[in-house]
């Protein structure tokens, strides 16, 4: 995944058309834990896909990835921003 994210802004940086609005697809979608609309906009979903299937996180965290599981910075933050308690122990 992060290999896609950054041919993304590499694209973005030189000038493909259509690239910016696509990476801000993308970062809406990182920001909102949408796994299923970040393979839509990678370059390479399928590869994306197979990547996070192949490194899924702990029981009930599907909604993060496997490198911070319930630790999720994006996660702790969307839930503090909509005023809810985050349980990270
Ligand atoms: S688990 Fe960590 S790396 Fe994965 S989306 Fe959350 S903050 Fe980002």
Redesign the pocket.
């Known amino acids: 995944m992060e290999r896609t994210y950054k041919t993304q802004m590499d694209a973005a940086r030189q000038g493909i058309p259509g690239a910016r609005d696509r990476d801000d697809r993308m970062a809406e979608a990182?920001k909102n834990?949408d796994w299923d609309a970040q393979y839509a906009e990678a370059l390479d979903p399928e590869r994306a896909k197979a990547i996070r299937d192949s490194r899924l996180?702990e029981d009930d965290?599907s909604d993060?990835?496997?490198?911070?599981?319930k630790?999720?910075?994006?996660?702790s933050m969307n839930k503090a921003l909509a005023g809810e308690m985050i349980d990270i122990l």
């Not at 630790?71 to 996660?75: D, E, L, Q």
């Open positions: 990182r834990l996180p965290h993060t990835c496997s490198m911070c599981g630790f999720c910075a994006v996660r």
